[in-house]
């Protein structure tokens, strides 16, 4: 077999190949990982926007923007209060949705508020 890139290979060097592919993505993994963990350390967000808040930006000294802060919506703190109230009380995900669902609360999707990241 031939490649431009790489000029003649042989099983050997596709064996190689992969074997380095899957452990850069093995390591990479790992650094994403600790990334997030130390995100959350930090006390920022590791990511995703959960109903009840918002992203919170702050421009620093430098003119960079920073990034993981997030803060509640008073508006709709009760409803995650409920919700958690709903769960600990032996309602399952699926009934606490209905009901909100019924009740016609937008979830986070549905632009109460928490858009962005």
């Known amino acids: 077999m031939f490649i431009v890139a790489e000029g003649e290979i042989s099983e050997l060097h596709i064996g190689l190949k992969g074997t380095m592919s899957a452990l850069y993505l093995k390591d990479l993994a790992q650094k994403t990982h600790r ?4 995100r959350v350390e930090a006390g920022k967000s590791a990511g995703g ?3 009840g808040y918002r992203v919170k930006r702050k ?5 960079s923007v920073t990034t993981g802060e997030r803060e509640i919506i008073p508006e709709e ?3 995650v209060i409920r919700i958690f109230r709903d769960y600990d009380a032996g309602l399952s995900a699926r ?3 209905a009901a909100l669902n019924e ?3 937008a979830s ?4 109460n508020g928490a ?3």
Do not use: V
Request: proline share 4%; net charge negative.
């Open 115 to 117: 858009q962005g990241s």
């Open 49 to 51: 926007i959960c109903y």
């Open 59 to 63: 421009i620093r000294a430098d003119g």
């Open 95 to 97: 009934a606490i949705a």
């Open 103 to 105: 009740e016609g609360i």
């Open 77 to 79: 703190a009760e409803t």
């Open 35 to 38: 990334g997030l963990e130390g």
């Open 108 to 111: 986070p999707r549905e632009g």
